[in-house]
């Protein structure tokens, strides 16, 4: 049996972009509060019952978060240009050696309405 489960989180954080559309807004400084959740998938340990410690992975999702939180975004290594999908990526990439595997990576700007999901495995 394969089990999956999800630990969201959130930051605030300030970047601009370079867009064709809603040009002068897009290239000001401004901010959002962004929501995260990974999910990962895996057999459950027959000795522990669970796919994971939750608090394993909450742990390497503090990391995550602070690399993020109260940041321009524009000045993230690994990040340019901040876009949902380039969040996505950034957070998967944060956790390239993760156990069970990562399955899919959400990124929204709840206020907005926007949202990006990185699919990992079929």
Do not use: K
């Not at 867009?19 to 807004?25: P, S, V, Y």
């Not at 019952?49 to 990391?63: E, H, N, Q, Y």
């Not at 690994?78 to 990439?93: K, R, S, V, Y």
């Amino acid at each position: 049996m394969r089990f999956t489960l999800s630990q969201r989180f959130f930051f605030d954080a300030a970047h601009t972009l370079n867009r064709a559309i809603e040009t002068e807004g897009s290239r000001r400084i401004h901010g959002h509060t962004y929501h995260a959740e990974v999910w990962l998938s895996g057999e459950r340990d027959p000795a522990t019952g669970m796919v994971i410690d939750l608090g394993l992975l909450r742990r390497r999702l503090d990391d995550v978060r602070e690399q993020l939180d109260h940041r321009l975004l524009d000045d993230v290594p690994g990040l340019h240009p901040p876009t949902l999908e380039n969040l996505c990526l950034f957070i998967a990439d944060a956790l390239p050696d993760f156990e069970p595997s990562l399955a899919r990576v959400r990124v929204w700007r709840q206020a907005l309405g926007d949202s990006c999901t990185l699919e990992l495995q079929p």
